[in-house]
């Protein structure tokens, strides 16, 4: 006796009860008089054997899911967000786009009792100042470098309004983002007004950051220069080791490496590459063609 479940027939109508009729499952079979065990094997087979054929329709923001599959495959990553863009978009329009993307995200990402640490520059600055409605739960965000002063893109600064953003509290970090030497920075960072803040670096559920790239020692654009926390001649100088970018105030090369930078980057006041590495969920917000071989890095 041949079985149901291979009567073509039978999968057909089966199918068509469910995808065009929106009977249940259990529905069916008390129609069809078999069980909805059998229902359910029928459903399955009216995909193998090419009768039903569901097809996602992808909206905008989702048009580029083949290449986030791709790109998560090659580089091991858990996630990856490609904002969608168009030729005749300005570089305004890119720009909003991508921070709606990253706080679309992170809307759905974040949740309550979350340790989330933030890093400098505009592009977290910007994503905190999105016109996209979020929800509010109660995070901490931590600033994941130091820095002074009442510009908005200061870590400090971007954790607040990130709080004004998701809900929650932001915590203060007082200390300069770059010290003279090392040495007087360690000793800073022993005082009881400003070490708190690595008891909150071991709590961090999230570390989220830009990325600054080099381009023939030219940072005058760049945050890190407009800040202060470096100059002109020395990004030239970085630029000659083979320096590619800047990521949480560190510089690194096009491999991803950072010792040959240790001049500067042992004097920078912000969470620790191998506590940063530590955290469970890390993020690069970033955007344009040029920044391809720095994401990489």
Known sequence: MRKIVNDHRLIYKCCSLYYED???????????????????????????????EIKVHHVNQYMYDDLERELMEKYRLRDVIV??????????????????????????LLKDGDYVGVSVGSTLRNIAHTSLECGKRNCTF??????????????????????RKFGGKHIPFFSPAVFS?????????????????????????TVISGISRMSSGN??????????????????????????????LRFIDGEGNAEAFDEFNSRVAAISMEQYRKTANRLLVTGGAGKKEVIKA
């Not at 009977?23 to 078999?34: E, M, P, T």
């Open 22 to 52: 929106n009977l249940g499952q259990s529905q069916i079979a008390d129609y069809l008089g078999i069980s909805k065990s059998s229902v359910s094997r029928m459903l399955q087979m009216g995909r193998e054997f090419g009768i039903v």
């Open 83 to 108: 904002a969608e863009s168009s030729p005749l978009d300005s570089k305004e329009d890119r720009i909003t786009k991508l921070n709606e993307r990253a706080a679309d995200y992170l809307d759905r």
């Open 142 to 163: 931590v600033p994941i470098v130091g820095g002074l002063g009442t510009d908005e893109v200061q870590s400090g600064q971007v954790a607040e309004a990130f709080a």
């Open 181 to 205: 030497n090392e040495r007087l920075m360690q000793e800073f960072l022993k005082e009881d007004s400003v070490n708190y803040i690595f008891d909150y670096f071991k709590k961090l559920n």
């Open 219 to 248: 940072l005058s654009h760049l945050t890190i220069e407009r800040l202060g926390f470096v100059t002109e001649e020395m990004a030239a100088r970085y630029a000659a080791q083979g320096a590619a970018a800047n990521l949480v």
